[in-house]
């Protein structure tokens, strides 16, 4: 029986629709024409304004300073949330499970405006502290989901022989639990990490004068019609994530030969 070709088609279709762009984007940071409708030559000269523009490494500071903060405080947060959610059971834990649940849900407009009108409300000025504190908010319950997804394969009959063998509660964790729901805890920080530093629609509404963020500035950047800039800092971005890619996937196979050996 011959083989439809159309699936073949089909997921080259779509690689090549979410691919295009990008690869336009980085062709037009090369690109001397400052519309980028047409070929103007190669050049350097964005890459060369980026790196002098201050603006932008000031909010990448930021980002970096606000994603952080509360990827370290969300992660701590969404493990400890995610380990009493499995532990203990009852109707309560419902209504706990619900309220780490609902974040994920409710649309980020939403969560924006609240946070924002909790911050006015107690006298809160808006900066640095405001976005940590709504970044490792939403952070929480996508650390808690990671957690939880690593704890529902965990035998708690290992935790209760540990406690039999006379091992102290803390002991028992740190020894035992941890280290068995570690990959989930890197998994929860790691996707904390990336939506803190990539979100925009809550960080619109809770910054404050000197707290501008990366995504922030690039849509300021957007309005006033620098372009050419913003291919530029894309590219960099990019090449900046397929090298991490790289990296971990070349430590990965590492790993496994060394495991085959």
């Keep these: 029986m011959r083989r439809s070709k159309f699936p073949a088609v089909l997921t080259w279709a779509v690689l090549f629709f979410f691919y295009l762009p ?4 980085v062709l037009n940071s090369f690109n001397a024409s400052r519309t980028g409708g047409s070929w103007g030559g190669f050049t350097l000269k964005w890459y060369a304004q980026l790196f002098s523009a201050r603006e932008i490494w000031s909010a990448l500071k930021n980002s970096l300073l606000v994603a952080t903060v509360a990827t370290c405080i969300s992660t701590l947060l969404g493990t400890c949330a995610a380990i009493a959610l499995h532990r203990y059971k009852g109707k309560i834990q419902n209504v706990h499970y619900c309220l780490v649940y609902v974040p994920l849900v409710v649309p980020e407009i939403l969560l924006g405006i609240s946070l924002l009108l909790f911050f006015v409300a107690l006298r809160i000025e808006l900066g ?3 976005m940590i504190i709504a970044h490792a908010t939403f952070c929480v319950s996508y650390v808690a989901m990671a957690v939880l997804s690593r704890l ?5 009959t290992i935790l209760e022989a540990s406690r039999d063998l006379g091992a102290s509660n803390w002991y028992t964790v740190r020894k035992i639990l941890l280290p068995e729901i570690l990959p989930g ?3 929860g920080a790691l996707l904390a990490f990336t939506l803190s530093i990539d979100d925009f629609v809550i ?8 707290s501008t963020t990366l995504p922030i500035q690039i849509y300021s950047m957007i309005r006033r019609g620098s372009m050419p ?3 530029a800092l894309s590219t960099i971005l990019l090449a900046i994530t397929f090298l991490i890619i790289l990296v971990v996937q070349f430590i990965g196979k590492s790993q496994a030969r060394q495991e085959k050996n």
């Design 22 to 25: 990008i690869i336009l984007l």
């Design 203 to 210: 960080s619109f509404f809770v910054a404050g004068p000197g």
């Design 152 to 156: 529902q394969d965990f035998d708690n």
């Design 128 to 130: 640095i502290v405001t």
């Design 229 to 231: 800039l913003i291919n």
């Design 185 to 187: 805890i890197v998994a």
